[in-house]
């Protein structure tokens, strides 16, 4: 550890206000973007899912 | 022995240019490469921002550069590889090719956002002001601007196989001029002789600053790599939802 | 279809609506008639910015009429004939630019030293200005063209096109604005020229090829 003390920590001498909020909004964006992609997948899976049921039922139907 | 390389490497583009095998092997990629990507960036930033020394001239302020940098880098990199794949697109008539550029975009967006931004934070406390027309921070921005174009024409062609075709295209051209701009740029500022952000030593960088920037670069890269593969896997379920393939792949 | 034919029935094609010629070099004069009203009519401060202001208002009037590049033939049929036709669409497109800039372009360029003393621009750079335009303008016509293939037939069209080929147009504009405040201010302008003539050769060889291939995928095929 290079600081002293996690107060120092969080100083960063006299620039922890830019050196977090720097932090703060690209952990903002780059989570946010890598939440949208893994939603965005589940709901094309749900999507696939949800059409295979469909189908099973429907050979279902048409069987009995 | 060079054949033989140039064999596996031919094996693989066509291995991996089908979108079948790509899904069933990005799938297993990914469940290694998201712990990676994680690890490397946590101990790259955690490093980074707790354990490097200061910067003798900008103190504790150059800690910036450790998410600034590789976002940068990442964003550079990513434009490039959308160019690469819009080429094998557009010559091969490839399909994962403009897959993969509809995925890139969005990351690679954000992650030219993200260089703006921190660069201009790191700015005010060493310019004074948080923008400076610097050559960096301008061709970071019409990085961003190229990125904006590209995504902007994906969502404006309702047919997405024409989008991605598109895209591809106007990658390939952006790639291009990347080049020609980035030296207008450079050009540019030594005719009006700006301010330049001096990255922290540009030249030789001592290695306790180095490695965690190194580390965390790999991190970004990384995560930039899942996330590509995430959105690619996602198109693939989007445009083979009646494949039978996919369908025993998800059952 | 012959290349000369091409440029010819363009050009024929383009006085029968002689306001599509016209409307552009409007645009422009009054494009940079604003900044004097909108910064200050000093002589000393309009003679720095002149440049910037000159260029700027030709790409944007390069742009806004660029965008009509298609539409014609769009819109009765005839580039779809031309699509289908089994001919490579290398010197069809080169033609359609040329043309074009001819048309548009070229009554920039000669208008550009007239705006440049307006706006106090040394006289002495007003011949670099005129060799600049002559040699930066095409380059943005091609490189517009490129833009305006992949959207020819889409709804949102303009403002995408911009967004599109604005970023594309940056080495232009800072050449040529930088090798017109090169002559204002006595310096060396050659080898900035050259630069601009090495652009004008690549997009000219280059850009038609891309907008063959945009206009075959913006057609689906």
Known sequence: ?64 | MLSAVWQTLTRWYHQWGSPRYFFQYSGVLLRWLWPLAIVATMTGLVWGLAFAPADYQQGDSYRIIFIHVPAASAALLGYVSMGVAGLVGLVWRMKMADIMIKAIAPFGAILAAVALITGAIWGKPTWGTYWVWDARLTSMLLMLFLYLGVIALINAIPDPRQAGRAASLLSVVGVINVVIVKYSVQWWQSLHQGSTLKVVGETAMPAEMLSPLLISMLGIYLLFACTVLVRARTEIMRRERKSQWLKEALQ | MSFVATVKRELLLACRRPAEIINPLFFFVMVVAMFPLGVSPKAELLSVIAPGVIWVAALLAVLLSVEGLFRADHESGALEQLLVAPTNLYLPALAKILAHWLLTGLPLVLVGPLLGYMLHLPVSASSTLLLALLLGTPTLTAIGAIGVSLTVGLRSGGILLALLVLPLYVPVLVFGAGVVSYAANGLPVMGLLAILAALLLASLTLAPAAVAAGLRISSGG
């Open chain 1, 1 to 64: 550890m290079y600081f002293e003390s996690f107060d120092a920590f969080l100083q960063m001498g006299k620039h922890g206000i830019y050196v977090w909020s720097a932090y703060g909004i690209s952990a903002l964006l780059i989570g946010l973007n890598i939440g949208l992609a893994l939603r965005a997948r589940t709901l094309a899976r749900a999507e696939v899912i949800r059409l295979i049921r469909r189908e099973a039922l429907n050979v279902a139907d048409s069987t009995d």
